[in-house]
């Protein structure tokens, strides 16, 4: 299994990048998400990996973080959903905003994903929902665990402190702006809370 590559960055298309690592270079299929978050061409580069070979196709799939190599793993389990469809969506949502939205049940706004009809989407919700409330909270405490440390982390955490459970404040944080600050998520969270009681 190939867990990683670092290298030089030679080259970044609409699918992927090519990485040169001592001497040769290898194309590596991303999402949207992950390209951007890429130096420049000539930079060195670290992504985590996955390396797969099918029937009709060699594939190796690149990662900016290991939350996001999760996520893709857990989409390409789900019957009807290959490496294209997961790169979809994760090209549409960074992975904090994605687990709020499986985790409380919004198949509808995984519509908005090229490809994903309501079928998908609504099986994606069902078969991953209980799976994926491991990367926002530790069981035993309903902490939010450090690796979440975007502005929709801080604002699940911050909820989940004033005594909200993880499943209420992510139905909430779902259907907020991801791009407001944590304060403007938390009073926004806060007021569709209050509306529900």
Avoid: W
Wanted: proline share 3%; glycine share 8%; with cysteine.
């Amino acid at each position: 299994m190939i867990y990683s590559l670092q290298g030089t960055l030679d080259e970044k298309t609409d699918g992927g990048a090519v990485i040169v690592c001592g001497g040769v270079g290898y194309f590596v299929s991303c999402s949207a998400n992950t390209l951007s978050s890429l130096p420049e061409t000539g930079d060195q580069v670290y992504l985590y990996t996955i390396f797969s070979i099918k029937e009709n196709a060699v594939e190796l799939n690149g990662f900016a973080s290991k939350e996001e190599r999760e996520l893709f793993r857990l989409l390409c389990s789900v019957n009807g959903v290959g490496s294209k469809l997961a790169f979809s969506i994760l090209s549409s949502f960074l992975p904090d905003r994605l687990i709020l939205i499986i985790g409380s049940g919004d198949s509808h706004a995984l519509t908005s994903c090229p490809g994903v009809g309501n079928r998908i989407a609504q099986r994606i919700v069902v078969e991953l929902k209980d799976k994926v409330s491991g990367f926002a909270i530790n069981s035993s405490n309903e902490k939010i665990l450090p690796e979440i440390t975007s502005n929709v982390g801080e604002a699940l955490a911050a909820l989940v402190s004033l005594g909200f459970s993880n499943s209420e404040a992510s139905r909430a944080l779902a259907s907020v702006n991801d791009t407001d600050s944590p304060e403007q998520m938390i009073t926004e969270a806060l007021r569709l809370l209050a509306t529900r009681k």
